[in-house]
């Protein structure tokens, strides 16, 4: 989640872009957050080619939420975790439900979980690291993927994945990084999930490490209703304008659509272990 929790987007949802020519996916969105119903967003999606998402939880309430969505509609998924910056307010309880909710089989990924050290301070660092070890002991243990929420936490974030060995597949939501980064992550076979803010004006580091990723470690996402691709930045994002972000990595990568659209399905079913 790259906003704050409860952040609108203005103005009117941007059309709906062409088809894509292969199917694919939206790794990463927040359906509690957007303003229109899920019923619809997911039929949105299907027309133009993104058969599968997956809405993720920020804490035990809306990790709920998004069990219960999944369980509800065709092709929707689920990631559960207390997001970094709500980790300072969680206990004990927080973490047994958590777990429970990882063993859920439309449960994807246990995340978002990580470091962000862009908007909490001082000791929440401390109450950050032990959340992300927590999520990444009930990842193993559930045997799902992480998905990790790395805000100007490269070093650290790293750091905690090789001290408690990371689970065996790991997700960089809106990966963040630059190209060397980008190559840190390709060498422990971490995945990278790119998002819409790969086509804004000041991302070229972010252009740079999308077109060195290895394609079997690349997946796409929106991180709905926030990071809108251009044109239409600041306007409400949702799944069904990920095919702007895969013509996008497509450009970037010099390769066609339909094999960065192959790409990122195949990356998914390896990573979610969905069928």
Request: charged fraction near 25%.
């Amino acid at each position: 989640m790259a906003g704050a929790r409860g952040a609108g987007r203005e103005g009117e949802p941007p059309p709906a872009p062409d088809p894509l020519p292969r199917p694919a996916l939206d790794s990463h969105c927040h359906f509690d957050l957007m303003d229109v119903p899920v019923a619809n967003a997911v039929a949105a999606a299907k027309a133009v080619g993104i058969d599968r998402m997956v809405t993720v939880g920020v804490d035990v309430e809306t990790s709920r939420w998004q069990v219960a969505t999944a369980q509800e509609h065709d092709g929707v998924y689920a990631a559960v975790a207390v997001h970094p910056n709500e980790a300072p307010n969680a206990g004990e309880a927080d973490w047994a439900e958590i777990e429970k909710l990882a063993s859920h089989p439309k449960v994807v990924a246990v995340g978002e979980t990580g470091l962000d050290h862009y908007r909490t301070r001082d000791d929440g660092w401390r109450r950050q690291e032990e959340s992300f070890r927590r999520h990444i002991d009930i990842a193993k243990r559930a045997g799902k993927a992480v998905m990790i929420h790395d805000r100007d936490a490269h070093d650290d974030v790293m750091r905690v994945l090789d001290s408690e060995g990371a689970p065996e597949r790991v997700v960089f939501h809106c990966f963040s990084g630059d190209e060397s980064f980008a190559r840190r992550c390709a060498d422990r076979g971490y995945v990278m999930s790119f998002a819409g803010n790969i086509t804004f004006k000041n991302a070229a580091d972010l252009r740079a490490a999308a077109s060195i990723a290895p394609a079997g470690l690349i997946l796409v996402e929106t991180d709905a209703p926030f990071l809108t691709p251009m044109p239409y930045r600041g306007r409400p994002n949702a799944p069904y304008l990920v095919p702007l972000t895969v013509a996008a990595l497509a450009e970037i990568r010099g390769e066609d659509v339909a094999a960065v659209a192959d790409a990122v399905t195949a990356t998914a079913a390896r990573t979610f272990a969905w069928t």
